[in-house]
């Protein structure tokens, strides 16, 4: 059974802080990998997408990939109120299928 | 303006009733999906449409069935079959079929049983 895994929260952290998400997925063959923030009762929307290891940054956001180990995080830097939501980390695995995660509850304190 | 729009936004049905939740999209993509969203779980595939006429079943695909007759659309049934089928219902699109690509949502649809 193809895996992703989240700590599903609610991590808090005060605003202008940085926030750190963090994913593990199971299959080594996986080959893209995505960020999706969803506000509560809306549908999930792309924040990042990362496909090599290393570190991809987009504005206030950084995708941070290790294929070696299975792991991949996002931070939010100078968090803000309006970053609070559910972060779905996905994981494509090479066929047609994306596996989703359950989601990390973001809360940024004003 | 290119999007995927889905219909209704809720939806209540009754016991033993069929429903058809729509899905169709403007951005010229191949590929189509339908997930279901239960609280605190992650998106689940039920079915997903490579091209016209074709269509794969996901996960958990027991109680639903879908068409896709046109690229632009792709709707969902709930059949008297889905024995728990409340849950937030969601479309999604990619642009090429023949690899994994980056999944669009539509909005959603929220479906009760009464």
């Known amino acids: 059974q ?53 570190d991809k940054e987009d504005g206030r956001f950084t995708a941070q990939l290790n294929k070696a180990s299975q792991y991949v995080s996002l931070l939010i830097r100078d968090s803000q109120p309006s970053d609070s939501a559910t972060y779905l980390c996905a994981v494509a695995t090479g066929g047609f299928k994306t596996i989703f995660g359950a989601g990390t509850r973001l809360f940024v304190k004003a | 303006d290119g999007g995927i729009t889905q219909s209704p936004k809720y939806l209540f049905r009754k016991e033993g009733q069929n429903v058809t939740l729509s899905c169709e999209q403007n951005l010229n993509h191949d590929a189509m999906y339908w997930y279901r969203q239960d609280p605190g779980q992650g998106l689940r595939l039920i079915y997903y449409s490579q091209i016209v006429n074709d269509f794969q079943k996901g996960d958990i695909a027991e109680g639903y069935s879908v068409s896709r007759e046109k690229k632009e659309s792709f709707p969902l049934t709930v059949t008297s079959a889905q024995k728990n089928p409340t849950a937030f219902y969601l479309c999604a699109s990619s642009i090429e079929s023949r690899k994994t690509d980056t999944q669009y949502f539509g909005p959603g649809t929220r479906l009760t049983v009464l």
């Open chain 1, 2 to 54: 193809k895996e992703v895994e989240q700590n599903s929260g609610p991590l808090s952290v005060p605003e202008g802080a940085i926030a750190s998400l963090n994913c593990t997925y199971s299959d080594r063959g996986s080959q893209s990998f995505f960020w999706y923030r969803q506000y509560s009762g809306k549908s999930p929307e792309l924040i990042m997408s990362i496909y090599s290891n290393g």
